[in-house]
């Protein structure tokens, strides 16, 4: 195996009993020596006397271990692509791999769907780096439910001894703002906004609702569809939290 990243050049650690390697520094599952091996293969000129060999029945003769592997192997696949979906950092796609492949040797993941999983370890990913991304988007991009999310939530951050703070809604200004191609100005003006701001409500959702105000004034407007659509929240409720924050 190569000790460097195809992507980014970092150095790989080797995970799980088939020793998957991913990169310390972004993160990213690296195939990059799978697939040169592929083409070599495939390169090979084919032997007369090999085509004619009866087929091994691999697939009564593979045990329970290695189709896990290769699920693990398609879990951190798909956390690559979410990691890129989601504008996850390097620090957020490490994290989220090493919640994914203890959460798989702990069997957390056993009669969940990969798209949960990946959700899931993305979502608290964020969260523990205080750049959380709103629960619905995050469901919305990996697809899978909210709920799926949540439940499997809970028993990831019994397991692995997570400690989850309420997250603000400032920590949500920078991914929404960026989501909605908004100038740095406005989510200045945002995070002014809400600061010492307390309301009731989903913290996406009120961030949400301060960047439409501080917006309307710029030259770059948010429509209430536009907000409702960067949350994965109704119109109705970017209403409300807007009607609170004028309220303030």
Known sequence: MTSNCGFCGGNLTERGPQSV????????????????????????????????????????????????DELLVELLSSLDQAGDDLAANPDERVYAAELATDAWENRLTAGRSVEATVGTCLYIAFRVCDKPRPIGVVADIVDTTTSEITSLRQNIVSDQDVTLTAPQPSNYVPYLS?????????????????????????????AAGALYLTAQDSDNPVTMKEAAQATRLTKETIWQRVDDLRNQ
């Open 21 to 68: 390697p991913v990169c310390e520094d972004c993160g990213r599952l690296d195939t990059a020596e799978e697939e040169s091996e592929e083409v070599a293969a495939a390169e090979q000129p084919t032997n007369s006397d090999s085509s004619q060999r009866e087929p091994i029945g691999w697939v009564e003769t593979v045990d329970v271990k290695d189709s896990s």
């Open 178 to 206: 960026a989501d909605l191609q908004l100038p740095t100005t406005v989510s200045d003006r945002a995070q002014d906004m809400l600061d010492g701001v307390r309301l009731a409500g989903d913290p996406a959702g009120i």
